[in-house]
């Protein structure tokens, strides 16, 4: 997600062809707010990936500015032992 | 900055690049969910 209007967006997605909705958190930023990621002073999100479980809890957190790589690995990592521990 | 492992996870309802609304109700008891922040569109990460 970004704070990207749709178009950009769609231009985005259809780009990088992804297989996940890329949503768009314009122009309230509200999301971006209340998951504590807004730089008001930069006007822009913090580089921030979370992995939710499915009772809607945090159970991963990736900060990191620089490596992006990190983000996809430790979300994937996350996401496949919360599935290996609830089945 | 950020919130913590353990917290929940605030609710959002945004709309995808097709316009459809998605909410993160929308996977509650069905799937994990990662919700990547990234700067801005055409930029690498």
Known sequence: MSIDPFPSQGAFARELDVSFPLLSDWPLYQTAKSYDVWRENLHLAARVTYVIDKEGIIRGVIENESDMEIHSREALGIAREIAGSSG | ?????????????????????????????????????YLLAFTPG
């Open chain 2, 1 to 37: 900055m950020a919130l913590k492992i353990g917290e929940n996870a605030p609710d959002f309802s945004l709309r995808d690049a097709a316009r459809n609304k998605v909410s993160l109700e929308d996977f509650k008891g069905k799937k994990t969910v990662v919700l990547a922040f």
